[in-house]
Nanobody
Framework: QVHLMESGGGSVQGGGSLNLSCAIS??????MAWFRQAPGKEREGVAV??????YYGDSVKGRFIISRDNEKNILYLQMNSLKPNDTAMYYC???????????????????WGQGTQVTVSS
């Protein structure tokens, strides 16, 4: 069982930046992702990566960067030019399946962290 733990959330003004981290125990799942969920909304895929490729949701493309440190077993999400509607609980997720098919859906992922809150003020 892979355990995931997020950190790095906080409060920031619009236009600011935050860098989220997700510590991964044991071994890397084949497909890793960042999701977010705002109150009253469905969980939304933000960014996804495997060992080679990265994918971004339309709402964050050009502002967020997903990356990984294989030696430290950490997944990152660098968030720039933050907007108030980026406010949400952010989760990292992992799947032992390759990033294909329904990897933008939360049900694709078996492993989840507890989440870290990001709040962006205007």
């Amino acid at each position: 069982q892979v355990h995931l733990m997020e950190s790095g959330g906080g409060s920031v003004q619009g236009g600011g930046s935050l860098n989220l981290s997700c510590a991964i125990s044991e071994y890397w799942p084949d497909c890793m992702a960042w999701f977010r969920q705002a109150p009253g909304k469905e969980r939304e895929g933000v960014a996804v990566m495997d060992r080679i490729r990265t994918y971004y949701g339309d709402s964050v493309k050009g502002r967020f960067i997903i990356s990984r440190d294989n030696e430290k077993n950490i997944l990152y999400l660098q968030m720039n030019s933050l907007k108030p509607n980026d406010t949400a609980m952010y989760y990292c997720a992992g799947s032992h399946r390759p990033c294909a098919g329904s990897f933008w859906t939360s049900r694709f992922y078996a492993n989840w962290g507890q989440g870290t809150q990001v709040t962006v003020s205007s």
